[in-house]
């Protein structure tokens, strides 16, 4: 997820790549699915975890993919705006 998060801050930053951002999301979400599907079991979409996890009553690593997203998310968000003050300062265009 922070790397999710840090590649929409590249393509919001930069307006002229933003027709290639459904591309490179779509390509990056593959990726992680690809390599990490086997290697952990769980899915892309937290709710997606969420359901079987709870129907079939093993919560017991539930809170992981939870709550994962969402630490990813703002460390992204967090790494992002680290990068984005350091490289360029506010007040000038992109």
Sequence with gaps: MLALTLLIGLFIARPRLMRLMPYAIGAAVAL???VFKPLSGGSVNPA???????????TTDLAIYLLAPILGA????AVHHLLVR???????PA
């Design 74 to 77: 703002a460390l992204g968000a």
């Design 86 to 92: 350091r490289i360029q300062p506010y007040g000038q």
């Design 48 to 58: 997606r975890q969420l359901g079987p996890a709870l129907l079939s009553g093993r």
């Design 32 to 34: 992680v699915i690809a």
